[in-house]
């Protein structure tokens, strides 16, 4: 059907002419609409209409470029008299087109069609799904309409036995099956045999129940087991378990090959050998580097058919599948043979010591031709020569040479020999214990014919040697993208090949150890059968069978890991959450990834040095065991979260049943090889600390993200359980920031000073107050949160980031304070900043607003923490090499004062400072034992610090106390009768206080405007940004009404005015704030001549008054207090012990 296509991103609906909200689908990344001219009806057969050409017609005149063949049948359907008039204005009530009537079914919602578009868009994009690797972001940005024109796909239409059931049987069946399984058998007995084919099989089928449920619960893409496992259990999981199944199966490639090669230099042309042995001894050697040149060889010839085209590989996929189907065949039919007529491979046997029949045939030691006796080759391979009166072996003179039968046949009683284990140790000889024999003292030697084990064996070994036999079941889910019904398909398939395998598994065991003897069970490479595969001797019709089949199949999946090892490295790359491997996502241009592949081809080259196949085989299986532990992790994790998202269509799985096969897998791992699984770990530990740390950050929704929401929501309700225990407090800290008008933090240090306290652990919380309207300030809320989240990241803080708007910037901190944190994570300390130049400011909100929130933390039972001069505090990067931290002890705060040094000292930058505490002493008090207490106090405490008591003397109240007292307190009245806006001030007046203001100050020479070290700032560090107006003077502001009194008495009756000056100049002091200030002054001058040099001085701070009209005094105190000091830190306790001598 025509369809017309094309872009428009007005601002407005109202911005095109003619233009009706008929959007099928919008853009969720712009706020403007895409509209559409014309969209396809329900029934795709039928032909455009006439209103879609009508729409056509005038969108095209509004400069909307159309198809020519949409154009010339919009003409010819406004040509035929259909005339359809759009009005601009959305609801239009005169437009009967079907579209418009739709929308207008739908106005209620118009405004949200920009974010949220209509079911029917919805369902058309997910009609049009195709089988993407990319996540669901990423593929609908793959889907929009801005980007190239789709592809038309060919739908799958492969079914449950071709697409999953035949490549899990053809992955599944390998190597192992017909060169390791009958030596299994040998060495472990029937009994154990079936024991380790039932927990491999086992492992993989509860593996498989798993894996159906996750592949089940939405589509798989590429990627297979890295998909479901990154996407259920997070990046992190994903990429480490994802490199470790990429690892197995590369080894995997190496094994086959390994094995091919066995079966071609030993079964099918041993004289191909490059390196011949020149003695018995370098045999085994020299096998190695035959294995090694010719498995090189091997790799590298699949590399480039793999490089040259995968459609070969596909194609010869089936011919590789028929060679294992008519193997295995043969061997049931071989042993349904030997029930009436068992193979001839008799066994020569010299005592009960089997002996290698590589080199000759007669099993005898001497042969009877007519009257003459002559010995035979085997008489040569034990005697020193060929004569009869040759000096030979001890142990070949007094025992017989017997035959047995290597095959006895299915009608034969041997099962019962072979029920039991013969575990063998590297060197002994293959022996069977119902012969009899003659012990001889000698010891045997390797340069006479007997047949050695190459391998001590055990029920461990023998595990990890078989586990890769049963891998590949993740072939069907790898291909989801190509089955008709992959939910119905991958289970169903899947399930019905393990059952499958596992019956040809269970019976060749059974059928191994009923049908051959047991000595030829355990000769792994067939040397007392004349070199023959032991599994072939069974075959019928001929051992070539089982040859030519295995050879032809090891070869087949040798190509095939060789094939999805690389594109499983490239899924990993593409996702890009591992730096450095994002160069293996690039390939040729047809997307076949020639990196990876390279990479690929040299790893197994390492497998192929290794050469040999009992040793490689338990390598993958630790890796393919981790990739099925974490299948089963991520399918419990799903189903005990039970998100809701967790749907699977397969119902046939419980949370038990992944945990059973998560516990055989760990078990499997250290059962076969507990320092390769060790190993195997500890590289899967390093990728995903990797990841975690230099990674790229993705959310997939994966099962980690809840159960860390879970764990969260169980801790969180266990605090709640009770009080919180002495021992276990640790400052939790809401850090409140201002943010000046750029949005920018004004002091930084202060976010610094907690990094330097928390060290890292514990609950931070930063904060932030914006003044005005969250209607209207949302936008610019969101970019100061991302600033302060910038500055934790470079401050390296961990915690979390609450910014508030609220009318008031008292308010605002009021719910920061109050609402901050959730349950038992809530924090108990409060740090802000000291208001800087408060006394300069003409605006009191500054320091009301700091006092306030001194009284909302006090209320709260919360510490607080005010550092002065923040911007003094030392950065991260500067390290203190020698000083003092310096605690003036006045009174009890709950130990605050004790605990927030050693905190301090755990940090780089404080760790070399020294810890010195003061404590004040009255004229009662004997500062003697006072000075003995404190340091047992403090032993007690386990600190480290040194003591001294101060004592202070009763002195007299100093003129300096009174006059400053007085100036004070004259200031605050002044600055409380002369409140007046600045708009409306009068300049003329505002003179004239001056001038009057000035009289004051020559009275009192001794007031200071301005205190030591204060800053230029006007307002305080509490997060909220307000609009006053910065001055260098003091503006002494009055009300209106006072202001034209004031006028008028200028004019006129300037007496009184002068009358209301002599006032304030002849007020005395109140003496509570004479002693307050007393107070201030005198324990300044003990901490400046003590502390004048410390790096940092902790100070009690006081509470601010109960009577509101002492706000500014206490702030003048507090000043006084802290004058001449470079670092101060006040501290205010909670009201609670937050520090015990106790263990």
Known sequence: MASVRFTVTPTKAEDIPGLSDTSPDVSSRSSSRVRFGSRESVSRSEPLSEASGAVSTSLGTAGVETPEKSTTAATGAVGDGFHKDLNTYINNSNCVDDDDFYDRNLALFEEEMDTRPKVSSLLNRLANYTNLTQGAKEHEEAESFEGDKRKSTKSPQMGTFMGVYLPCLQNIFGVILFLRLTWVVGNAGVLQALCIVFICCCCTMLTAISMSAIATNGVVPAGGSYFMISRSLGPEFGGAVGLCFYLGTTFAGSMYILGAIEIFLMYIFPDAAIFVAEDENDEAATMLNNMRVYGTCFLALMAIVVFVGVKYVNKLASLFLACVVISILSIYAGALKSAFAPPHFPVCMLGNHTLSRHKWYACNKTIQNNETITTTLLWQEFCASDQLNATCSDYFTQNELTEIQGIPGLASSIILENLWSSYLTKGDILQKTSLPTVSVSEAPSNLHPYVFADLTTSFTLLVGIFFPSVTGIMAGSNR????????????????????TTSLVYLSNVVLFGSCIEGVVLRDKFGDSVQGNLVVG????????????????????????????????????????????LRVFGHGKSNGEPTWALLLTAGIAELGILIASLDLVAPILSMFFLMCYLFVNLACAVQTLLRTPNWRPRFRYYHWTLSFLGMTICLALMFISSWYYALVAMLIAVMIYKYIEYHGAEKEWGDGIRGLSLSAARYALLRL??????????????????????????????????????????????VGSVITGNFLECYGEAFAAEQTLKHLMEKERVKGFCQLVVAMKAREGISHLIQSCGLGGMKHNTVVMGWPQGWRQSEDPHAWKTFINTVR?????????????????????????SEGNIDVWWIVHDGGMLMLLPFLLRQHKVWKKCKMRIFTVAQMEDNSIQMKKDLATFLYHLRMEAEVEVVEMHDSDISAYTYERTLMMEQRSQMLRQMRLSKSDRDKEHVHWICDEAQLVKDRNSMLRL???????????????????????RVHMTWTKDKYLASVRAARGHGAATFEGLRDILSMRPDQSNVRRMHTAVKLNEVIVNKSHDARLVLLNMPGPPRNTDGDENYMEFLEVLTEGLERVLLVRGGGSEVITIYS
């Open 480 to 499: 989801s993208g190509d089955l008709k019904d992959a939910q119905k398909s991958i289970p169903t398939g899947t399930i019905l090949a393990i059952l």
């Open 537 to 580: 001797i069974l075959s019928w019709p001929s051992p070539w069978v089982i040859v030519i089949g295995s050879f032809f199949s090891t070869c087949g999946a040798g190509l095939q890991s060789l094939t999805g090892a690389p594109r499983l490295l490239q899924a990993i790359a593409k996702d890009q959450i591992i730096p450095f």
């Open 720 to 765: 709640e359980e009770g009080p919180l225990h002495t021992k276990n407090w640790r400052p939790q800290v809401l850090v409140l920031l201002k943010l000046d008008e750029d949005l920018h933090v004004k002091y930084p240090r202060l976010l610094t000073f907690a990094s330097q306290l928390k060290a890292g652990k514990g609950l931070t919380i």
């Open 856 to 880: 909302v933390t006090t209320t709260a039972h919360l510490a607080l923490l005010v550092p002065k001069n923040i911007s003094l505090f030392p950065a991260n990067s500067e390290h203190f």
């Open 1010 to 1032: 301005t205190s030591i070290g204060s800053d230029d700032d006007d307002e305080t560090d509490t997060g909220a940004a307000t609009g006053s107006e910065r001055t260098d």
